[in-house]
């Protein structure tokens, strides 16, 4: 729910294919914001928070995510999504403190056998970065990325998942100032 008058609830679904062992080299979908968003008009919009939703294409009729990654032979299973401006080749160079990287969503299952051969599964979701950007939010000025990487998930071997992504926003006039301080930010590390 939209927490200020102005606020906006911007909502996509994006879908990507894991390989055949369950991996996939980082893959953006775009969220067009070019309603929103117009540096000749001086228009941007503040993002104020991102939620994202798991969801299994195929096998039951809840489209629900089992966050169990890997399968009976799989030692480490993740998965990793998160929202950016910038485009970055590849998922190992992301995280909170990369450039124009607004959060980082993680999953994770590691697998034990246990001395009598049964397995314990521990799986691992983290969300780093801010839920809430509120009062000002994360200004941006182009559409928004969203990427996604995985390795190891063989449970999902060669299978179709989508994300969905809510966004809480706020269309704001950007100033000169504004745009200093996002080029100072891109370039900061």
Known sequence: MAKNKG?????????FTLDGTGDLA??????????????????????????YQLRRVSGTETAVFDPVLGTATTALASMQIFATTTAYENAVDIGIASPNVLNVFTMSTTRETNADGSQLWENQEHFRGVYDL???GYTVV?????????SNCTKYTSETVEIDIM???EPK???KDDLERMLAQATDL
Request: aromatic share 4%.
């Open 7 to 15: 606020d906006l609830i911007l909502r996509d679904r994006l879908q």
């Open 26 to 51: 980082v893959n953006y979908g775009r969220i067009d914001l070019s309603d929103y968003v117009n540096v000749v008009r001086d228009e941007g919009l503040h993002i104020k928070e991102i939620t």
């Open 134 to 136: 509120h009062p000002e």
């Open 142 to 150: 182009t559409d928004l990325l969203i990427g996604v990487a995985a």
């Open 167 to 169: 966004m809480i926003a």
């Open 173 to 175: 006039k950007v100033t």
